[in-house]
Structures are given as structure tokens and as C-alpha cells.
């Protein structure tokens, strides 16, 4: 079964408004990390969070980490059509536990309308 | 993204041949994986590798299997193609344990 549940798993929302979207999972991380997949294409990181961090930022990016509830959120600000795309998240359980795996929610599908 | 590069892009087969699946990469990366993507299955790991030679089973290993003779390049083999392996394989690599995962653009196979 898959670690990370994203919800929800569609989106749809007009430019310049802000995009969330949640991830859950079960068991403990090492971190968590966002991908981004346009249609057509391989996945692409976004960003990354450790266990030991609550919140991390890069540009209109905001991720959130709350280990007690293991869930993470994903926060697009001021969307632009371009931002239109699967966004995925991933639990890293470390070397020890997973043997360096990374596991994949299904994906948010996220369409931003001009 | 650069510096991984699956092969072919595409593939059409029939049930019953073997087929292989190659994924080449140029950043001397430690780890790299294998992948398939399929609608409401999200990504599940197939088959990943932690060094020459060192590989290990995911999730749905079931049908495949892996080879990693040079860090470079990591094969990924349908030994019997089936109909349920047609899919989108992605390979992915990254250079040390907790970091990111850098991913081609995929494999679009269909076993007919």
C-alpha cells in the first residue's frame, strides 16, 4: 500500500489564487519531499522537509510538516497557469528502515484556469 | 531531467517476449530505481539498486528483474511480457541516501 495519500486528488482553482494540498502517511520519515509532473514528463523536485523541520519555503512554495499527525501540506501561492500539474509527495523512511526507497502518494491533479 | 536518459521512449510488444528496458545516467549516482506509473496507483517502486551489482525488490517486483553491471546504467527486464506490465516505467537516481531523486522522462510500453 502506498505510504503517502494526497488529498485531494483533484484541483481546480483560478490564477493568482493559492493551491494546498495534503499528504498523509504511516509510518516515520527520515523527511518528505514534493515532485512536480507535468503531463508527459518524468517527476521533478520541488522541495524537501526533514523530520526535524516544520516548515520550509522556496519562492511561492510553503510545506509544512507535522510529524504527530504525519502529515504535510504543499501551499502554491498566487498560482499562474503554468502551475498546472500532478503534484506528488514522497516518504523517505532512511537507509535503515526502507533501504534508501522512497515511497509515492497517487498525486493531487492541479489545474490552475487563466 | 538532465543527466537521466531512458531507452527507448517507447516500446509496443506481445505477450510472451522478453523485453528491456535500459536507463542511463551521467551524474555518478549511488542509487537508482525503477519505477511504474499507472492511473490510481500513483508510482510504485519495482526493483532499485544501492551500487554495482546491489540491487534489491520493491513493491512489484513480480516480473521483472534488474541488472547493474557499471554505475551508469541500470536495466530493468520483462522476462514474459504480460498485458498488466503495460504501463509508464521512470527511472530515477540519486547521488546519497536522503536526497532527491532526479527522474527520466519515461518509458511508455505496451504489451499487447
Known amino acids: 500500500s502506498q505510504q503517502g495519500e494526497e488529498d485531494p486528488q483533484a484541483l481546480s482553482i483560478q490564477e493568482g489564487e493559492n493551491a494546498t494540498m495534503n499528504c498523509s502517511y504511516k509510518?516515520?520519515?527520515?523527511?518528505l519531499q514534493w515532485y512536480r509532473q507535468n503531463s508527459g514528463r518524468g517527476l521533478v523536485h520541488l522541495i524537501l522537509?526533514?523530520?526535524?523541520?516544520r516548515e520550509k519555503h522556496s519562492g511561492r512554495l510553503r510545506v509544512t510538516l507535522d510529524t504527530s499527525k504525519k502529515s504535510s501540506s504543499l501551499l502554491i501561492t498566487a498560482s499562474r497557469a503554468a502551475d498546472t500539474a500532478s503534484y506528488f509527495c514522497?516518504?523517505?523512511?532512511?537507509?535503515?528502515?526502507?533501504?534508501?526507497?522512497?515511497?509515492f502518494g497517487e498525486g493531487t491533479q492541479l489545474t490552475v484556469n487563466p | 531531467d538532465a543527466g537521466i536518459t531512458q531507452s527507448p521512449r517507447h516500446k509496443v510488444t506481445e505477450t510472451g517476449t522478453p523485453v528491456t528496458l535500459r536507463c542511463h545516467q551521467t551524474e555518478n549516482h549511488r542509487y537508482m530505481y525503477w519505477y511504474r506509473q499507472d492511473p490510481g496507483h500513483g508510482l510504485r517502486l519495482i526493483h532499485y539498486?544501492?551500487?554495482?551489482?546491489?540491487?534489491d525488490k520493491g513493491e512489484v517486483s513480480d516480473g521483472y528483474s534488474v541488472s547493474r553491471s557499471k554505475t551508469e546504467d541500470f536495466l530493468l527486464t520483462l522476462e514474459s511480457a504480460t498485458s498488466s506490465q503495460t504501463s509508464v516505467y521512470f527511472c530515477?537516481?540519486?547521488?546519497?541516501?536522503?536526497?532527491?531523486?532526479?527522474f527520466g522522462n519515461g518509458t511508455r510500453l505496451t504489451v499487447t
Open positions: 514522497a516518504t523517505d523512511a532512511g537507509v535503515e528502515t526502507s533501504g534508501s526507497r522512497l515511497t
Open positions: 530515477a537516481a540519486r547521488g546519497h541516501d536522503a536526497s532527491p531523486l532526479h
Open positions: 539498486s544501492y551500487g554495482v551489482k546491489d540491487t
Open positions: 509510518t516515520s520519515i527520515n523527511n
Open positions: 522537509i526533514r523530520s526535524n523541520e
